[in-house]
């Protein structure tokens, strides 16, 4: 029999809950508890059991993904966090990069560090970069830190010293000194949090591991208990931003490899739909309630990056944010959710974000307290959402409003109500497409001609237009997509990945040393997996970053199976490098700075799906009126029940097929058409 399993996923607007049952699924939406993330889920999960009708003993799994570690970043609400340094070097976390990210804005900020400078703290140590000691680590001078620490009250300390990365004895007798003397406060070293080359961006990978770790640990402690008090005594797994699953021990240890976990749990949702639809150039697109995420997926496997930017606080502009050197899906995030907040700025232009009204007030249409006009409050005057059906009906929506909050939008420009709505809506799909191109052409891709699978609570109402609007013709919506983010938890696997910083010339290689290197990285990862995977095989995935040496930044380039001779190592670079680059250099030397192992159990992509027999027209439930954006028409459009929908079915635009969970609007010249596993793929007609 198919384990219970339930999957859960803490968004800025909502909670989304999935309850996986050996003979069905069932799933639901609340608005998220921002003071009390765990409220919303607690009440979440004795509403599902009750609909299942069984009781929370009966669950053999629970995975879990979360905002709060990204919102800590973003709201600065974590610990009050002091850093450790080698003398000489407290204020590399304040230098940064040395360049301006915004370099023609004159008034340009930069946002200030995580840890204040009266709390960036020095101790003499020091080693060398091969990591020889030069200098042993001064005990007594870590004591003399102490009345400071305590005297400010610290919850936790970052430490990060020179080299690290190579010899970690330094930090781990630092660790274990001054646990001695502060049992009460979190303590983050870098050799455990990033273990890699950079000093800036170790360690600011390593203070904000710091400056989030007790809140998560809370959080991670009362869902624990408040799990075990309703009933549940399964394991509890989390949701890391590389699209792999983790115990609550290890997301304990490292929190900020959550930053980015609902959405990837998304990602991998599309990947899994790319692959039952045969779609080898995919797009994922995921729009909530507070941002829209989007990401490339070529060959059925999305891109994965090693570094990723943090609460990016001017215009979400590179550079303006925190590094954080974790494994993560590389994707880009907008504020462009169903929550963005519209304005008229001083030039009399519509403006859409990134502010959110989230879901306390929320959009005017919640009838909440919130009174500023949003995307799902223009969605709702353009028709394309029904208040009566809004989340299934849990929420019931104020169109009126919804219209008073548009109003302030049309009345300063003499513009009419509609197409107010539909302004708000075309700069919203417009600043998602213009990202979607930025991030494709930034590495290397097109976004043009790939099949845009669309999920989360707004995205299957934008989709169409977003797909016009990026040359797409065909746009796939998966079952039960207002909560995909949670039904990819489900589909994920167990995994870790380890980093190492071992610098060598190909030509100066020591097979013996790479090999260690390695085996050791396989007995740390596999110690996290083995946590969560008790016994079975593991896939391995090795990688190398490796450049021409002289350059700055380096290339992944995965390893070849066995040997890792010269020769071997060579040849991946040339191929990674002529497919990113469309040549190689010739004569120039290469060098492999960082090595990273992945482990992580199997989790095989499923079968290509069977095309579903011509089952004709579907007939509507009734008729509803929608305005669309791409000609400012208004039309009367088919309303379909999409469970009333089979496979093989059909539907013409302009329509609306109606869920609990969202809605999806099919545009005049697209036809809407029901896969074999129930997903809706709109494509445009031929001409």
């Known amino acids: 029999m198919s384990p219970t399993r339930l999957a859960v996923d803490i968004g800025g607007t909502f909670t989304d809950l999935v309850l996986a049952l050996p003979d069905r699924t069932i799933s639901t939406k609340l608005l998220t508890t921002p003071d009390a993330p765990d409220e919303a889920v607690i009440d979440g999960v004795t509403a599902i059991l009750r609909e299942a009708g069984i009781g929370a003993a009966q669950l053999d799994l629970v995975v879990h993904g979360t905002t709060l570690a990204t919102n800590a970043l973003i709201e600065r609400k974590g610990a009050r966090t002091a850093l450790i340094t080698t003398q000489g070097f407290r204020d590399s976390l304040e230098i940064a990069y040395e360049h301006r990210f915004e370099q023609y804005d004159l008034y340009m900020e930069r946002p200030a560090p995580l840890v204040e400078r009266d709390l960036r703290l020095e101790v003499a140590e020091r080693l060398a970069a091969d990591g020889s000691v030069l200098l042993e680590l001064d005990e007594g001078g870590?004591?003399?830190l102490l009345p400071a620490l305590q005297r400010e009250k610290i919850e936790a300390l970052a430490i990060s010293f020179l080299h690290s990365y190579v010899n970690p004895a330094h930090e781990e007798q630092a660790r274990a000194h001054l646990t001695r003397a502060l049992p009460d406060v979190s303590i983050t070293i870098s050799s455990d949090v990033c273990r890699e080359i950079r000093e800036y961006e170790r360690t600011s990978t390593t203070?904000?591991?710091?400056y989030v770790l007790p809140l998560m640990a809370r959080y991670l402690a009362r869902?624990?208990?408040?799990?075990?008090?309703?009933?549940a005594h399964c394991p509890l797994l989390l949701m890391m931003s590389s699209g792999g699953i983790c115990t609550v021990e290890t997301a304990r240890r490292f929190p900020v490899r959550l930053v980015e976990s609902g959405p990837a749990g998304g990602v991998i949702l599309a990947r899994q739909i790319a692959a039952r639809g045969g779609w080898d150039r995919a797009l994922?697109?995921?729009?909530?309630?507070?941002?829209?995420?989007?990401?490339?997926?070529?060959?059925f496997t999305p891109q994965q990056s090693r570094h990723f930017e943090a609460a990016r606080a001017y215009r979400y502009a590179k550079g303006s944010g925190f590094p954080v050197r974790i494994p993560v899906i590389d994707m880009v995030e907008i504020g462009a959710g169903g929550g963005s907040i519209a304005r008229v700025d001083a030039l009399r232009r519509i403006q859409v974000g990134p502010d959110s009204a989230g879901s306390d007030p929320g959009p005017a249409c919640y009838a909440r307290g919130g009174t500023a006009p949003?995307?799902?409050?223009?969605?709702v005057v353009l028709g394309r959402i029904d208040p009566a059906r809004f989340a299934g009906g849990k929420i019931a929506l104020d169109a009126a409003r919804a219209t008073d909050a548009v109003a302030t939008i049309g009345t300063p420009l003499a513009m009419p109500l509609v197409e107010a709505a539909r302004g708000i809506a075309e700069i919203v799909d417009e600043a998602m497409a213009s990202a979607a191109r930025i991030h494709a052409v930034e590495n290397g891709k097109d976004a043009a001609g790939r099949t845009l699978i669309a999920f989360g609570g707004a995205a299957p109402l934008h989709a169409a237009r977003l797909a016009q609007k990026l040359g797409i013709a065909r746009v796939v919506i998966p079952m039960d997509?207002?909560?995909?983010?949670?039904?990819?938890?489900?589909?994920?696997p167990v995994a870790y990945e380890v980093v190492r910083t071992l610098l060598v010339r190909l030509d100066a290689l020591d097979q013996t040393t790479v090999d260690a290197l390695f085996a050791e990285m396989r007995v740390e990862a596999e110690a996290v997996v083995r946590l969560g995977v008790r016994e079975g095989p593991l896939d391995e995935t090795r990688t190398?970053?490796?450049?021409?040496?002289?350059?700055?930044?380096?290339?992944?380039?995965?390893?070849?199976s066995g040997l890792l001779d010269p020769a071997a190592l060579h040849a991946a670079f040339d191929a990674t490098y002529t497919r990113l680059f469309g040549r190689i250099i010739p004569h120039l030397e290469v060098e492999a700075l960082t090595w990273t192992l992945a482990l992580s159990q199997p989790n095989a992509l499923p079968p290509r799906a069977a095309l579903p027999r011509d089952a004709g027209s579907a007939a509507p439930s009734g008729n509803c009126r929608v305005t669309d954006t791409a000609t400012g028409e208004t039309l009367i459009a088919a309303a379909y029940v999409r469970a009333a929908l089979r496979p093989g079915h059909s539907v013409a635009g302009p329509s609306v097929i109606v869920e609990d969970g969202t809605s999806t609007i099919v545009p005049?010249?697209?036809?809407?058409?029901?896969?074999?596993?129930?997903?809706?793929?709109?494509?445009?007609?031929?001409?």
């Open 142 to 144: 870590l004591d003399a």
């Open 207 to 210: 203070v904000a591991n710091a």
């Open 223 to 231: 869902m624990q208990e408040r799990l075990r008090q309703l009933g």
């Open 284 to 299: 994922s697109f995921d729009m909530g309630g507070t941002t829209a995420k989007i990401t490339p997926i070529d060959d």
């Open 374 to 379: 949003t995307v799902t409050d223009a969605d």
């Open 481 to 492: 997509a207002g909560v995909g983010s949670a039904h990819g938890f489900l589909m994920a």
């Open 544 to 560: 190398a970053f490796m450049r021409y040496r002289g350059q700055g930044h380096e290339v992944a380039v995965a390893l070849p």
């Open 668 to 687: 005049p010249g697209f036809t809407a058409r029901i896969a074999a596993d129930g997903e809706i793929v709109i494509e445009e007609n031929p001409p």
